[in-house]
């Protein structure tokens, strides 16, 4: 008898995962959203890495443990997030290790904001094990890209 199917979303720390989902993925790209109510601009960075993060992921079909390296410079707004944000994900550059994007932060009736993202790409190991982690992100994987 197979274990009951684990709701990856709803089972992780509400800031763990800040993706509300995703909308389409390519080869050179992911786009996700966010729903924000009054929130300051922090979850939005840290839905951005996880944007480019989980399409790293999704590239290696899942075979990867993938994390941020670095964020680069970005406006921040001055005022509250309310609304959903579009998180474009777009790959510029990649090496067998390291991933290259420009994230699109999106809001209605809001200039969109561009940051630099780069994602680290390493095997699996005694750390980052390939028998917890490969089937946890393809599970929230498949979860995220369900519309609402």
């Given at each position: ?9 709803r089972?992780?720390p ?61 406006r ?8 959903r ?64």
């Open positions: 008898m197979s274990p009951a199917p684990v709701d990856v979303v089972e992780a509400a800031p763990f995962v800040l993706l509300d989902g995703i909308a389409h993925v390519t080869r050179s790209e992911l786009v996700g959203w966010r729903n924000f109510s009054e929130q300051p601009f922090w979850p939005a960075l840290e839905a951005a890495a996880q944007a480019a993060a989980l399409h790293q992921r999704w590239l290696a079909d899942f075979g990867a443990h993938a994390f941020l390296l670095s964020l680069g410079a970005c921040w707004p001055d005022r509250p997030l309310t609304g944000m579009e998180l474009r994900a777009r790959l510029l550059g990649q090496t067998a290790g390291a991933a290259a994007y420009d994230v699109q932060l999106s809001l209605p009736d809001s200039p969109a904001l561009s940051l630099p993202v780069h994602i680290g790409l390493v095997p699996y190991d005694d750390t980052f094990r390939q028998d917890i982690l490969q089937e946890r992100y393809r599970a929230l994987f498949r979860q995220l890209c369900v519309q609402p």
